[in-house]
């Protein structure tokens, strides 16, 4: 990867990191202390599907914050292996890097590792009825 577009892709992870940090964990709500004085049976299932939702939105928030990390350390590092696929070795699409900076595997590559379970996937659960 070139010094300029690694400055730019440094620069985005940068002000990617700022806004991850800034937005913070987001807050899980707690159970509700009044649900004995009134007991709604719909009260405690809702509650804890929000806990859940809010908790694996801070686990995406973690991983996220974690690559961005990794990139810039292999920016300020390696720079020329920056963007460059860490499975086949390729270059990945500059379009795919700007949209996502802290990627390190290629379109293919990322699917691939998805089909054999290597990452989790929003599709693992279709895959695991082939
Ligand atoms: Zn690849």
């Known amino acids: 990867m070139d010094a300029a577009?690694?400055?730019q892709?440094?620069?985005r992870l940068l002000s990617l990191r700022d806004e991850l940090i800034a937005k913070g964990k987001e807050?899980?709500?707690p159970a509700r202390t009044d649900a004995v004085a009134q007991p709604d049976e719909d009260e405690a299932p809702l509650t804890?599907?929000?806990?859940?939702?809010?908790s694996s939105r801070n686990r995406e928030r973690a991983q996220k914050l974690a690559a961005i990390?990794?990139?810039?350390?292999?920016?300020?590092e390696d720079p020329e292996e920056y963007g460059m696929c860490e499975d086949c070795e390729e270059p990945?699409?500059?379009?795919?890097?700007e949209l996502m900076p802290w990627v390190s595997v290629c379109v293919q590559c990322q699917e691939k590792r998805e089909r054999d379970g290597r990452v989790p996937s929003?599709?693992?659960?279709?895959?695991?009825y082939r």
Do not use: G, V, W, Y
């Open 48 to 54: 804890e599907m929000t806990q859940s939702i809010a």
């Open 27 to 29: 807050s899980i709500p």
């Open 69 to 76: 990390r990794e990139a810039l350390l292999l920016i300020d």
């Open 122 to 128: 929003s599709r693992r659960n279709l895959t695991d």
């Open 5 to 7: 577009t690694c400055a």
């Open 92 to 97: 990945i699409k500059r379009r795919r890097l």
């Open 9 to 11: 892709m440094r620069e």
